[in-house]
């Protein structure tokens, strides 16, 4: 039986991860930023998403970044881990192994690279969701995947196994989009997994986001979302134009390059990216300081 309220909440956001100089993981820094992150309003955090650098945080080290958003605020809201890959079975694996570390939920993205039929994404995602007792949460983002999860897929799921509760949702075909609105069952819900698609998605009967710019304009991000939530369309809207074009000049490259920036210049430094990403360049970061300054966020 599938549960009759979200386990997590409306405005979630994909926490970055914290490095030193020198590339390392920075547990007290990503400790502080969780702290930051749920005082300034979200009611969950993903940890080592897309957001969070996972491609290049290796296993042992996204068991510490867990153990260290646990122990910061794991009293306070719900900590959900990013532990899916593109192997079925390291993906089972894994998901068993964090979820003995008391994280609240998973998140698990659809397999990039091999390109499976849709049959293999609805084998993939059942054998994760069967081996833990978390809720679960599938994230469609043909962008970074090569393929799209279609909305018949994520509605068998949806409809087929109790505890996958939730899609990110960052397909961006909005017709896709409705279609797994309109077909969900109770119990299971539609995040935006782009910020700038939020006031559309939630429109449609979408139920919030996990958010990138929530690192960096978390109450601004948040009060859109709640106006939403209460059917202040015009409301939303308004906060949606103001806050635009920082959710695209965030994304003017590739993520989260641009969001690690921002963080710098709102005078919470979270070190760089690890290659093969690079740091934002001088002539990137003064554009985003302009657009931060205008929307008001610097």
Not at 39 to 61: H, M, R, W
Not at 177 to 188: T, V, W, Y
Not at 243 to 272: H, R, S, W, Y
Request: hydrophobic share 45%; with cysteine.
């Amino acid at each position: 039986m599938k549960a009759t309220t979200p386990p997590f909440g409306r405005f979630i956001t994909a926490m970055i991860t914290p490095f030193t100089e020198n590339r390392e993981l920075d547990l007290k820094r990503a400790q502080e930023l969780a702290v930051r992150l749920v005082d300034k309003g979200c009611d969950a955090l993903i940890v080592n998403g897309t957001t969070g650098e996972s491609p290049t945080v290796f296993y042992p080290q996204k068991i510490e970044l867990f153990k260290a958003a646990i122990e910061a605020v794991g009293d306070r809201v719900p900590i959900l881990a990013n532990v899916g890959d593109n192997c079925t079975a390291d993906s089972v694996e894994f998901a068993k192994e964090v979820v003995k570390l008391g994280v609240d939920g998973i998140m698990t993205v659809v397999p990039y690279y091999n390109k499976p039929p849709q049959e293999g994404l609805y084998r993939h995602f059942k054998s994760i969701a069967l081996a833990v007792d978390v809720p679960m949460i599938l994230y469609n983002i043909p962008g970074r995947c090569a393929i799209n999860m279609e909305a018949d897929t994520t509605l068998r799921l949806a409809h087929d196994i109790d505890n996958i509760v939730a899609i990110k949702e960052a397909s961006g075909n909005f017709d896709q989009i409705k279609k797994i609105i309109d077909g969900a069952p109770e119990g299971f819900w539609v995040l935006s997994g782009d910020d700038d698609a939020t006031y559309r998605l939630m429109e449609l009967g979408g139920y919030g986001v996990i958010s990138t710019i929530g690192n960096v304009a978390t109450e601004r991000m948040r009060e859109l979302v709640y106006l939403l939530a209460e059917g202040d369309f015009a409301g939303a809207e308004k906060a949606h134009l103001a806050l635009q074009p920082l959710m695209k000049e965030l994304f003017v490259t590739a993520n989260p390059i641009m969001v690690k920036e921002a963080m710098k210049l709102v005078g919470f430094d979270c070190g760089g990216v690890r290659l093969p990403l690079i740091d934002a360049t001088a002539e990137q970061s003064a554009k985003l300081a302009e657009v931060m300054r205008a929307v008001g966020v610097l």
